[in-house]
C-alpha cells in the first residue's frame, strides 16, 4: 500500500504507468533455468520473463545478473540502511567511561541487534560490562558462518555464526544474545514474532562445534518486548 501511495503522489499529466492491469493470466511470460558456470559456485539461476523484460533470480554473487542500471530518476525515499548505520556509528565505539567491573561482554552486530543496539548497549555498560563487538558482516563473516552452520538457515542467520565466530577469537567473559520472542505493539493487535530462526539463533549457537570453547559463555534471556517495561524488565 505504502508504495502504491508513493507511486500515485509522484504520477503527474496523466502519463501511462507501467501497471500491466488486472488480467495477469493475459501477461506474456515465461521461465528458464540454467546454470550459471561464470565462477565455481555453478549456481542453478532462473530466467523470468515478463512482457518482455527480463530478471535473474538464484544467484549467490549477483555480479553477472543483477548489475545495476543507471536512471536519471532520484529514489523517492533516502537510503534507510545508510541513515541507520549512521546513526548506530556512535553506539558501536567503546565507552569512554571506567574499566568494567564484571568484564567484556561480546556483542554480535547481526539480526536484531542491529536496530536494538542503542538499549543493549546502555544495558550492558549499566551493568558493569565493556562491550565488545563483531563488527559489519563483511566476506569473511559470511564464509566462516556458512562453515559454522549445522543446517542451512537463511543467510541472515548464517552470517550471525560468523559473528560469533569472530567474538570468539576476541576471548570475551560472555557472549551475549538474547532470545527475543516479539516487539513491542503499542496499537494492541494480534500478536506477532520473531522469525523461529532469528528466535532460537542463540540456542542453536550452543550446540555448533566451532563454538564449542564459548559454548558456556553464551548468554541468551529470554525477552518479549511485547509485554512491556515491567515484562521485559523481570
Given at each position: 500500500i505504502g508504495a502504491a501511495l508513493l507511486a500515485a503522489a509522484s504520477r503527474s499529466g496523466g502519463k501511462p504507468t507501467a501497471f500491466r492491469g488486472w488480467r495477469l493470466d493475459r501477461v506474456p511470460r515465461g521461465l528458464r533455468q540454467f546454470t550459471c558456470r561464470a565462477c565455481s559456485n555453478h549456481c542453478t539461476v532462473e530466467e523470468f520473463t515478463v512482457s518482455g523484460e527480463k530478471s535473474y533470480w538464484g544467484d549467490k554473487c549477483s555480479e553477472?545478473?543483477?548489475?545495476?542500471?543507471?536512471?536519471?530518476?532520484?529514489?523517492?525515499?533516502?537510503?534507510?540502511?545508510?541513515?541507520?548505520?549512521?546513526?548506530?556509528?556512535?553506539?558501536?565505539?567503546?565507552?569512554?567511561?571506567?574499566?568494567?567491573?564484571?568484564?567484556?561482554?561480546?556483542?554480535?552486530?547481526?539480526?536484531?541487534?542491529?536496530?536494538?543496539?542503542?538499549?543493549?548497549?546502555?544495558?550492558?555498560?549499566?551493568?558493569?560490562?565493556?562491550?565488545?563487538?563483531?563488527?559489519?558482516?563483511?566476506?569473511?563473516?559470511?564464509?566462516?558462518?556458512?562453515?559454522?552452520?549445522?543446517?542451512?538457515?537463511?543467510?541472515?542467520?548464517?552470517?550471525?555464526?560468523?559473528?560469533?565466530?569472530?567474538?570468539?577469537?576476541?576471548?570475551?567473559?560472555?557472549?551475549?544474545?538474547?532470545?527475543?520472542?516479539n516487539e513491542e505493539d503499542p496499537t494492541g493487535s494480534v500478536a506477532s514474532f520473531l522469525c523461529p530462526w532469528v528466535q532460537t539463533f542463540p540456542l542453536i549457537a550452543r550446540h555448533v562445534s566451532v563454538l564449542e570453547p564459548v559454548r558456556d559463555r553464551i548468554f541468551c534471556p529470554t525477552v518479549a518486548f511485547r509485554e512491556g517495561p515491567v515484562g521485559v524488565e523481570e
Amino acid at each position: 500500500i505504502g508504495a502504491a501511495l508513493l507511486a500515485a503522489a509522484s504520477r503527474s499529466g496523466g502519463k501511462p504507468t507501467a501497471f500491466r492491469g488486472w488480467r495477469l493470466d493475459r501477461v506474456p511470460r515465461g521461465l528458464r533455468q540454467f546454470t550459471c558456470r561464470a565462477c565455481s559456485n555453478h549456481c542453478t539461476v532462473e530466467e523470468f520473463t515478463v512482457s518482455g523484460e527480463k530478471s535473474y533470480w538464484g544467484d549467490k554473487c549477483s555480479e553477472r545478473y543483477r548489475r545495476r542500471t543507471k536512471t536519471e530518476r532520484k529514489p523517492a525515499l533516502p537510503n534507510l540502511i545508510r541513515f541507520r548505520d549512521h546513526q548506530m556509528e556512535p553506539f558501536r565505539k567503546p565507552a569512554a567511561a571506567g574499566p568494567a567491573v564484571r568484564g567484556r561482554a561480546g556483542v554480535a552486530l547481526t539480526l536484531h541487534f542491529q536496530d536494538r543496539l542503542p538499549f543493549w548497549k546502555t544495558y550492558l555498560e549499566a551493568a558493569g560490562f565493556e562491550c565488545v563487538f563483531s563488527g559489519h558482516t563483511d566476506p569473511d563473516v559470511a564464509a566462516a558462518g556458512v562453515e559454522a552452520c549445522v543446517n542451512e538457515p537463511g543467510f541472515p542467520v548464517q552470517a550471525a555464526h560468523g559473528h560469533f565466530v569472530r567474538l570468539m577469537a576476541e576471548k570475551p567473559d560472555i557472549l551475549f544474545f538474547p532470545h527475543v520472542v516479539n516487539e513491542e505493539d503499542p496499537t494492541g493487535s494480534v500478536a506477532s514474532f520473531l522469525c523461529p530462526w532469528v528466535q532460537t539463533f542463540p540456542l542453536i549457537a550452543r550446540h555448533v562445534s566451532v563454538l564449542e570453547p564459548v559454548r558456556d559463555r553464551i548468554f541468551c534471556p529470554t525477552v518479549a518486548f511485547r509485554e512491556g517495561p515491567v515484562g521485559v524488565e523481570e
